[in-house]
T-cell receptor, first 113, second 115 residues
Framework: DAGVIQSPRHEVTEMGQEVTLRCKPI?????LFWYRQTMMRGLELLIY????????DSGMPEDRFSAKMPNASFSTLKIQPSEPRDSAVYFC???????????FGPGTRLTVT | DQQVKQNSPSLSVQEGRISILNCDYT??????FLWYKKYPAEGPTFLIS?????DKNEDGRFTVFLNKSAKHLSLHIVPSQPGDSAVYFC??????????????FGTGTRLKVLA
């Protein structure tokens, strides 16, 4: 298996623009997680899905953030409108179960100017 | 409010010696703990985990110790190798009162193993 795939790897955009991050989890994994990494706060869980259904989105910072999982092999994290403070590395991860280890993608480095 | 703390942002160790990475947590509801390793420009990779019913778990050169009364866990790497140089994250998890599962990661410790 190719592992968790994320695209794009880098994204530079201007404040106010819409940003869409994409993730393909490992086939057969029932859980998908979105994280944000910053220097100050480390890795923060934003939202997770079980069998394509959002279970806990309490980590989503504000209404500008939304995530979808239309099928078992694809998820998106959208920021609209983007702001400079959204600049971070965003990771997607998947796992077989909640207590199983998570497999992380390589991340998307987002820069909002 | 950081519920999982890694107070040492960096650590340098000589090759062949023991590396000890520490992690403290504040919430006694956490019942499962994990360590991840992260190389630059890559996502974190799972290293080792421990359930709250245990106080030690070993996997090759890696051992995790859990002290529930002190709300403290540590990762021991023996012997340390240059390839172990990376950022190490500890993570704690627990069921919430709303029936969801919460993962909290620390801010990471950068380990440098000197050859």
């Amino acid at each position: 298996d190719a592992g968790v795939i994320q695209s794009p790897r880098h994204e530079v955009t201007e404040m106010g623009q819409e940003v869409t991050l994409r993730c393909k989890p490992i086939s057969g994994h029932d859980y998908l997680f979105w994280y944000r990494q910053t220097m100050m706060r480390g890795l923060e869980l934003l939202i997770y899905f079980n069998n394509n259904v959002p279970i806990d989105d309490s980590g989503m910072p504000e209404d500008r953030f939304s995530a979808k999982m239309p099928n078992a092999s694809f998820s998106t994290l959208k920021i609209q409108p983007s702001e400079p403070r959204d600049s971070a590395v965003y990771f997607c991860a998947s796992s077989w179960g909640l207590l199983w280890e998570q497999y992380f993608g390589p991340g998307t480095r987002l820069t909002v100017t | 409010d950081q519920q999982v703390k890694q107070n040492s942002p960096s650590l340098s160790v000589q090759e062949g010696r023991i590396s000890i990475l520490n992690c403290d947590y504040t919430n006694s509801m956490f019942d499962y703990f994990l360590w991840y390793k992260k190389y630059p420009a890559e996502g974190p990779t799972f290293l080792i985990s421990i359930s709250s019913i245990k106080d030690k778990n070993e996997d090759g050169r890696f051992t995790v110790f859990l002290n529930k009364s002190a709300k403290h866990l540590s990762l021991h790497i023996v012997p340390s190798q240059p390839g172990d140089s990376a950022v190490y994250f500890c993570a704690a998890s627990a069921w919430t009162t709303s029936g969801t599962y919460k993962y909290i990661f620390g801010t990471g410790t950068r380990l440098k193993v000197l050859a």
